[in-house]
């Protein structure tokens, strides 16, 4: 079901040498182009708002991303290739429409985008904007600032840690609110943002949450039997597995690019996605007593995102990057749908110098 648009925003289908997909766009043809990258279980649409409030003189451009909305759905995520095949079609977009440099901007799955951009093509960037990223080791599975994982084979990562019945409620298209656990109504109320917070366009943003591209080779991928705790490690297709530690063990590459762009870190204070503890974290769940067979905080501990994030940067800045870091209280895992004007103050004025 296509996901209505609102006023002023642009819809076009573009094929580039990587991909066919739908792309939105708004501001004057000749404005400076500002990339958004969407989320994990969401598309494009979730930009437009942020989109449509960019100064005048900007151009505003946010696809869908391979395996999310309307991309061609036979298009795949090699996941061992981290998430490179999203940085590719990233820097294939630019070329198809002729654009050299950007500002771009990604959110939760496209700030995990960034940082594989920023490694294979850092000449494309004129800033980064990284929203309530992913940590810049994976997702999941590691246990120190420094990314050391809990196991080997990078158990409790990837497609086989998430909920197999609200990746099913997903495909069905289910659009009601009776399980608190997999209905993506509620998960997306209750995670996506900081309750009781419900955006005006609930019902486009659920729409743009249930398309994405559901199964063993889309959301959330396969996955493989371990004989360590949870019991599955990473496979090797979808977006789940593309985020896994296991396939992004190249940090240290970051500190050596050329140019390093600046980076403007914002998160939301009360992020339950992305945090120290996150509640979709399998360390995090143990703890809990959620998933049975815990082996204790000395061997999977929560995977300390936002503190590895902060300790890359910090790194980078070293390495004679710069970043600032901006935190929205009050706010989950999407601040510039929350509090749109103190998110927009601080992305204006940071791509506006």
Not at 192 to 204: M, S
Request: proline letters at 9%.
């Amino acid at each position: 079901m296509p996901v209505p648009t609102l006023t002023g925003i642009h819809t076009e289908t573009v094929v580039t040498p990587r991909i066919r997909t739908r792309l939105l766009s708004c501001g004057a043809a000749n404005g400076v182009p500002v990339l958004f990258l969407h989320g994990n279980a969401s598309s494009a649409t979730y930009w437009e708002a942020t989109m449509l409030a960019l100064p005048t003189g900007f151009r505003a451009l946010a696809p869908d991303q391979r395996a999310y909305g309307d991309a061609d759905p036979a298009a795949k995520i090699d996941a061992t290739r981290g998430m490179a095949d999203l940085s590719d079609d990233a820097a294939a977009l630019l070329d198809h429409l002729g654009i050299t440099q950007a500002h771009i901007v990604g959110h939760s799955l496209g700030g995990s985008v960034i940082w594989q951009m920023l490694m294979d093509h850092p000449t494309r960037f004129l800033t980064a904007t990284l929203v309530c990223p992913g940590s810049p080791y994976g997702y999941g599975g590691t246990k120190d600032l420094d990314g050391t994982p809990c196991y080997d084979d990078f158990a409790g990562s990837g497609g086989g840690v998430v909920n197999a019945v609200f990746a099913g409620r997903m495909k069905d298209g289910d659009r009601s609110s009776d399980n608190p656990q997999s209905s993506p109504r509620i998960v997306m109320n209750q995670f996506y943002w900081k309750p009781p917070f419900v955006p005006p366009r609930e019902e486009d943003l659920l729409s743009s949450l249930l398309s994405a591209h559901v199964g063993a080779e889309d959301y959330p991928g396969d996955f493989v039997a371990s004989p360590n705790w949870p019991n599955v490690a990473p496979g090797t297709s979808g977006p789940s597995n593309g985020l896994s530690p296991k396939y992004n063990r190249h940090v240290e590459r970051l500190y050596t690019i050329s140019p390093k762009p600046s980076v403007l870190w914002v998160r939301g204070s009360h992020d339950q996605i992305i945090s120290d503890t996150s509640l979709f974290d399998i360390g995090t769940l143990g703890a809990l007593g959620v998933v049975p067979g815990y082996p204790g905080a000395a061997i999977y501990p929560s995977q300390p995102m936002v503190g590895q994030t902060r300790a890359v940067l910090e790194k980078y800045t070293a390495a004679g990057g710069q970043y600032q870091e901006v935190v929205i209280d009050e706010t989950g895992h999407t601040p510039y749908i929350e509090k749109p004007d103190e998110f927009n103050r601080a992305f204006h004025a940071f791509i506006g110098g």
